[in-house]
């Protein structure tokens, strides 16, 4: 099952003509989810090729304009691309007044429902769930309530032998409790064992999302071990004063809290445009955590 991430925007709060402001499409195993919505995510949506309707989760990790104000026209497009089904955005206090009072201002009645999820950006918790994914936010550490997010596929089932079991003419009422690691007892009280006819499941996989924080050790334990790991740098050393006054990390930081939180692979972006590239961010990153990549709009990730 794929588990991809498209970075839609890389910048922070001033766009420039190579980085947009945040946003991100994840894919993991067939769900659908938009990370933030700067101004001019669609444009990025349509330069990249994602597609605007199959998105039916949206995390907006805080009220700093750069990562919602594209919010109000994604939804609006979605509705005149005749969207019908429903659509649920996850963000802070106060994103729904926002973004119904800047619909209904514009005369803007959509055909399609929205469900609003409250995050406090204080609590950790598991927002939403089902057979195959998980998402759960944390808190950041910023001028705002900031969340992070981290998304990660649910244990997965044995693969069974079938050849064997078909061989060993077992009952196909067998076959769900072996995928799901269990032991049987047939009606003669022979204990088949799963291990017998199974191979180990693929392992999980695991991306968790930091925007706008500054150097935080408290979001180590929900980040520990993840497969891909996002954290914002807006700036290098030489500005490490400016990123302390205005909650932001350098690359050095965010290098330092991958290796703590023992992530196997660091990504770096909201890259401040007072930058030309990221040549400094990775040069500084890679001389505490080597597998670490700036990313650029465009840039596509499998996990």
Known sequence: MNFS????GSGAALPTF???????????????????????TQMQMRKFGVKFQRISHILISHLHGDHFFGLAGLLSTM????????????????????????????????????????????????????KLIEIHTFPLKHRVPTNGFLIKEKTKEYNLLGDLFKQ???????????????????????????????????????YAYCSDTI?????????????????????????????????HSTAIDAAKIAIKANVKKL?????SSRFENG?????????????????EDGNNFEV
Not at 221 to 247: C, G, M, W
């Open 79 to 130: 509705h005149l691309l005749g969207r019908d089904k429903g659509i649920t955005i996850y963000g802070p206090q106060g994103l729904e007044q926002i973004i119904r009072s800047q619909l209904e201002i514009g005369g803007t009645k959509l055909d399609f429902g929205i469900t609003f999820i409250t995050l406090d950006g204080k609590s950790s918790q598991l927002i939403f769930e089902d």
């Open 5 to 8: 991430i498209t970075i839609l």
């Open 279 to 295: 040549d400094e961010h990775l040069k500084e990153a890679k001389t505490v955590f080597d597998n670490t990549i700036v990313v």
């Open 168 to 206: 060993d003419g077992l009952s196909i009422k067998f076959i769900q409790k072996f995928k799901n690691g269990e032991d049987v007892v047939d009606e003669n009280g022979k204990t088949h064992y799963f291990k017998d006819y199974t191979t180990p499941p693929p392992p999980t996989r695991s």
């Open 215 to 247: 150097y935080y050790e408290n979001i180590i334990p929900s980040i520990s071990n993840v497969d891909l790991l996002y954290h914002e740098a807006t700036f290098t050393e030489l500005h490490k004063q400016r990123a302390k006054a205005t909650f």
């Open 267 to 271: 990504l770096l972006g909201h890259i």
């Open 18 to 40: 190579s980085r947009n402001p945040s946003s991100q499409y994840i894919e993991c195993n067939n769900r659908h989810i938009l990370i933030d919505c700067g101004e001019g």
